[in-house]
């Protein structure tokens, strides 16, 4: 019997290996057999491998830890993540490149390489980002080239069939997933990120005080902007397989509000995630992006 390698979790053909429980002269014994599967079965869930760790850089000096995830449409890649994390004005945040961890070994997990994404073209943003009724959307999006991936890359990518159409599907205290790197907490041996489990916090479908984000219940970090925040679309497909979850929106940052007592107040545990329709836009062949450099 072949021994079991976690790190060598996913294959495209493998072996299961089955048991059963039989007797020999009055003791139990568990009896392992082999069982061939012809079909693609993933040890490893499909969301977690959509789900990158994103570190921000100003030239090769180290700035921040977030979170992004994959998304996929006509043929095009990118990375999405909070806006926050490529230019934040507030607090003079300007990185000007992006270090992304990809696994490159289908049949080893543990193999990763760190893909650099510059964030400008001379002083013009890569980036694309959308502005709506209340102001600047937290989300961006930048293409990646698939010439600078890999030869080999194992990962898995939303697409627009993972954005929920009708609102109604998802309900006040409706459970939810946010997937990221708290703290930069994670596998660090796999390279895989984290889970926190939350739930809606605001009327879903409607603009939380104008703005474009709903809210989620949850106790979350820094290091988690940029995180997605996902549904499970049905109990009756395994996670193991192609993606079987709802793209509902981008967490961003917690809230919190000016009169709490912080001696005698806890934290709200509220936070804001950005609805995810607005992937639609930004990935559209005319997307809006800055006016101007923000790296000057």
Not at 33 to 44: A, D, P, Q, W
Request: net charge neutral; proline share 5%; hydrophobic share 45%.
């Amino acid at each position: 019997m072949n021994s079991f390698n976690p790190e060598r979790s996913v294959k495209i053909t493998f072996v299961i290996l089955g048991a059963k429980r039989i007797e020999i002269k009055n003791r139990p014994v568990i009896v392992f057999f082999r069982v061939n599967v012809s079909r693609r079965t993933v040890l490893i869930e499909s969301l977690l491998v959509a789900v990158t760790r994103v570190s921000t850089f100003l030239a090769d000096k180290p700035l921040t830890g977030a979170t992004g995830f994959f998304f996929e449409r006509a043929g095009r890649l990118y990375l999405v993540t909070s806006r926050h994390v490529v230019l934040d004005e507030a607090s003079n945040h300007r990185p000007d490149r992006l270090e992304i961890e990809l696994h490159v070994d289908p049949k080893n997990i543990a193999v990763v390489t760190q893909l650099s994404i510059p964030l400008y073209r001379g002083n013009q943003p890569v980036w694309r980002q959308g502005v709506d009724s209340g102001g600047n959307v937290d989300i961006v999006a930048v293409e990646l080239q698939r010439t600078a991936l890999p030869q080999t890359i194992l990962l898995s990518t939303f697409t627009p069939d993972h954005l929920i159409t009708e609102f109604d599907q998802i309900e006040i205290g409706a459970p939810v997933l946010i997937v990221g790197f708290p703290l930069g907490f994670h596998d660090n041996l796999h390279h895989l990120p984290v889970a926190r489990q939350a739930a809606i916090a605001s009327a879903f479908g409607i603009r939380f005080q104008g703005q474009g984000y709903f809210l989620t219940d949850a106790s979350m970090h820094r290091g988690t902007s940029g995180a997605p925040v996902v549904a499970r679309m049905t109990t009756h497909r395994s996670g193991r397989g192609d993606l079987a979850w709802m793209l509902l929106g981008v967490h961003a940052a917690r809230l919190d509000v000016s009169n709490r007592d912080v001696n005698e107040d806890e934290r709200l545990n509220l936070n804001c995630a950005w609805y995810a329709d607005i992937l639609l836009t930004l990935t559209d062949e005319i997307a809006v992006t800055p006016e101007k450099s923000g790296n000057s």
